[in-house]
C-alpha cells in the first residue's frame, strides 16, 4: 500500500458537497442532500458538508452529528463541563442527562425554524493539522493519520490547496477489497 497513493482514492473536492460561510444550518442539510443524490450508486454517501470562504478556500467541516448538535445548543455546554463525548452511557443516564440539561425544551419544529436562522460558522469545526495530508502521500501515511487522530475524514492538499477527501468509508472498503484479494485461509479450507 506504499505505492498507493491517497489521490487514487479520494473524492475530489468538485463532488464534494459544500457551503458558503454565509450559510445557514438548512443550507448546509440541503447541500448535503443534494451532494447525496449526485453520489448515488455509490457505497457511502457523503455524511458531511465543506464550509469555504468567498476565495473557495476550506474554512472548516460540518459532519451529521454537528448539525443534530447546533439544533440543541445545551449540548455544547452539557459536553464543555463534563467531556462527555468520549464515554458511552446506558439509556438510563443518557435520560438523566437530557432531563437535568432540559435538552429540547422546546419543541423539534420550533427547533427547525431556527435552522434558517443558525449560521453555518457557529457549528462548524475547524480542522486541525492532523487533517490534512498530500495527495501523493502513501495510503499506509494515511491510515496512520486516520486512525491515530480518530478522524473520520482527511482533507487531500497538493501545493498547500486543498483539493479533495479521503473518506474513512473509503479507506475500509479499500483494505476490505485488499484483504479477500489475499484470500486468507482461515483454516477451515486446505
Known sequence: MKNYKVKELMV????????????TLF??????????????????PHRAILVLDANGQVLGKVSQMDVLRALEPKYAEMQESSNLAM??????????LVNYYNLWDSPLTDLCKK????????FMRKPMEGEY?????????????????????LLVTKDNKITGILRLTD?????????KQCRINNGGDK
Open 87 to 96: 464515554y458511552g452511557f446506558s439509556s438510563k443516564f443518557i435520560k438523566s
Open 133 to 153: 495530508i498530500d495527495e501523493s502521500s502513501s495510503l499506509d501515511e494515511a491510515i496512520h493519520q486516520l486512525v491515530c487522530g480518530y478522524h473520520q475524514s
Open 12 to 23: 475530489s473536492l468538485s463532488k464534494y458537497a459544500t457551503v458558503g460561510e454565509s450559510a
Open 27 to 44: 443550507d448546509a442539510v440541503l447541500a448535503l442532500e443534494k451532494a447525496q443524490a449526485a453520489y448515488q450508486g455509490t457505497k457511502y
Open 115 to 122: 435552522a434558517g436562522e443558525i449560521s453555518v460558522t457557529k
Open 171 to 179: 479507506v475500509f472498503d479499500y483494505i476490505g477489497d485488499a484483504m
